[in-house]
Each structure stands twice: as structure tokens, then as C-alpha cells.
């Protein structure tokens, strides 16, 4: 997952990290707080539903979210 990219989309976006999740959970809790941080650090991963949701609230393009989420990493 490419961190920097997300959090880029979401300063695009005009949002900060609460306005974001407030966003990403409009519908029903699906991401916290404290979830997405540890995502960013690399301690978890995203699920499916929170990456469908991310991709909702952001607009992101099919191209944005695999450049996002599934990344390839390079050794």
C-alpha cells in the first residue's frame, strides 16, 4: 500500500484525517481511527470493505485505487 499516495488524495480531497473518516464511514463504522494509522505504519492492512469505502469517499478512479492499494513493492 502506498501511504504517502492516500494521504496525498486525501489532502486533494480538502479533507483532514477526521473529515476523511467521518467520510469513509457515512454509511455504517467501517474504518477508525486507530486502524488507519496503524495501516499507514505498515502494522495492518486494509479489508476489502474498508478499501471500497476509502475509494468512495476519495472518487477515486480504478487506476487511483490500484495504484493505492496494490501497489507492487520492490525489493
Same mark, same amino acid.
Given at each position: 500500500m502506498d *501511504? /504517502?499516495?492516500l494521504k496525498a488524495k486525501i489532502i486533494i480531497n480538502g479533507l483532514q484525517v477526521d473529515q476523511f473518516l467521518e467520510k469513509v464511514n457515512h454509511d455504517e463504522k467501517v474504518l477508525d481511527r486507530n486502524k488507519y494509522y496503524r495501516v499507514? /505504519? *505498515?502494522e495492518d492492512e486494509f479489508d476489502r470493505k474498508e478499501i471500497q469505502s476509502i475509494a468512495?469517499? @476519495?472518487n477515486l478512479s480504478d487506476e487511483e485505487m @490500484?495504484?493505492?492499494f496494490f501497489k507492487e513493492e520492490v525489493s
Amino acid at each position: 500500500m502506498d *501511504g /504517502r499516495l492516500l494521504k496525498a488524495k486525501i489532502i486533494i480531497n480538502g479533507l483532514q484525517v477526521d473529515q476523511f473518516l467521518e467520510k469513509v464511514n457515512h454509511d455504517e463504522k467501517v474504518l477508525d481511527r486507530n486502524k488507519y494509522y496503524r495501516v499507514l /505504519r *505498515g502494522e495492518d492492512e486494509f479489508d476489502r470493505k474498508e478499501i471500497q469505502s476509502i475509494a468512495t469517499a @476519495l472518487n477515486l478512479s480504478d487506476e487511483e485505487m @490500484l495504484n493505492i492499494f496494490f501497489k507492487e513493492e520492490v525489493s
